[in-house]
């Protein structure tokens, strides 16, 4: 049975409100002190209002108009209450008045401020708590165009060395064994490491029949020697892999399609994580910063017939904004689209396609840096929005791989350590298996987090620090019982060799990679 109720508030401010914003009739500011104290304030039965003004009573249908049930819900919601409840009333009134004194304080307090100024500003913080709130968490996108891709679930055995004669095999998606598929790889320049990481990825492609796809992730790029090389070529080949050789070579992507382009909602969400990418490499100030948000958000306006825009369009819609005046902001949005790194007409096929990038050294770092991240927060949206994997007969069905080769420029840059620990985090489910390639392990151990304890597997190769078993121990997570052993495993290892955590062989005592 729906409640009728009469709500009585100050007169005085009221009216005096009314003149000062300019919004409308008495009636829309009493809606917007409501909206404005749900936010700010929650309700204080010693604070009591207007016991002395001159009151202004509206019945309940005048106050709220058509949108009456809105704003009971919103109060529902504050307090956790049904509809029906006794005290709807009660907080209805309470939060008028104290909206009410708000505004009435906030307009004492700023002279020159307009009505719409005060409404702007709030709808904008408000859009901004919504997007702030975890940064780079993934932005809720069912789009149709982006297919699910179904998991291998079987064991993928793989292949991964010999001691004495014997060969090794390692199992990442044994849930008996690892909780999860990600796996770090340290060796210094000369050991053999990447031609490791990509033979781990050949035999997952062939063990998987092709089903489980990657996209391999080099910050030092390819030489004209790597591609000629007897090694890479067999890579190609048997991974049918590829090869996007940046600035020549666009990227099959774009990079703003993992945004939501339906609901208003996660919209305004995915456009802020976007400008967040942006905004970590080129330190944009708050103006430019409001300038990109506005010029993304024109940029899907525009777009009527559920496309998505392109980059271009994004500064095209900066240029009309803010004017032609070189920015940090113009600058990285410039060094995004004039070499055209990415292939706008793609939305999610690669994944089902295996991608050697190539990060030339002619990008600048910012540059490089800023695609980088916005594949790597496609690729995990992209996977977020899918279901988890299931697991059968204790092997966890896999996806997709991401490898990260020459990781230590990530792990350096701390504007890139919240993406990728997200990702290592939260991907695991997903089936998507993470391998990060370092040149040592100091660089997994930052300050704020150590990626390799989001790593199950480990394996480490010559270091230039051998001797350092603190590192050394956190890395592969042994113990003092096995430092003597790893010493000397330490000290007589060649090019070409490793030790180990996984189960499948004996912790730290050296093998043949192959």
Known sequence: MQMNFNIKTSSELVKKLTYAMNLGEENHIARIALAYSLVKSTYDENKNYNTTDKQKEYKDNTLFGNYREYYISLICQKYKIHKD??????????????????????????????????LLDNVEEGIDNIVDDDSFGYTKNRNTL?????????????????????????TPNNTSLYSN????IAGQSGTGKSYFARNILKRIVKESEGRINFLYLDFKGMTESDKKSKENEEFFTQTNAKLIDTPT????????????????????????????????????????????????KRAFDD???????????????????????????????????EVDLFDNSKLGDFINENYYLS???????????????????????????????????????????????????????????????????????????????????????????????????AFLMQIKDGNNWRSIRKFLGAGEKQQAAINRSMENMKPRQAISNIREFEFGKIFNTK
């Open 85 to 118: 409840h006794n005290d709807i009333r009660k907080y209805l009134k309470w939060h008028i008045d104290n909206g009410l004194e708000l505004i009435n304080k906030y307009f004492e307090e700023n002279k020159n401020v307009s009505g719409m100024d005060f």
């Open 146 to 170: 982006i297919k699910e891709k179904d998991s291998f679930i079987a064991p993928i055995k793989i292949l991964i060395g010999e001691n004495e004669g014997k060969e090794i095999y390692f």
């Open 303 to 337: 777009k009527k017939d559920g496309t998505y825009p392109t980059l271009n369009d994004v500064l095209e819609n900066v240029y009309e904004i803010a004017g032609d005046k070189p920015t940090s902001l113009t600058q990285i949005l410039i060094g995004l689209t």
């Open 249 to 296: 070579d666009s990227f099959p992507v774009n990079p703003l399609s993992f945004i939501n382009n339906i609901n208003e909602k996660d919209k305004l969400v995915g456009i802020g994580r976007f400008v967040d990418i942006i905004d970590k490499y080129a330190n944009l100030g708050k103006v430019q910063k409001q300038h990109l948000k506005d010029a993304t």
């Open 181 to 184: 598929c990600h796996i770090a």
């Open 359 to 457: 990060l030339s050294g002619d990008l600048s770092k910012e540059v490089r840096f800023t695609a980088t991240f916005l594949v790597i927060y496609y690729l995990y949206n992209v996977f977020m929005n899918m279901d988890k994997v299931p697991i059968e007969d204790n092997y966890s069905g896999l996806r997709y791989v991401l490898l990260i080769d020459e990781a230590h420029n990530v792990f350096k840059e701390p504007k890139s350590q919240e993406i990728l620990e997200k990702l290592l985090r939260e991907v695991r489910s997903q089936g998507v298996s993470v391998i990060l390639v370092s040149q040592g392990i100091e660089e997994f151990n930052q300050r704020d987090f150590d990626f390799s304890e989001l790593c199950q597997s």
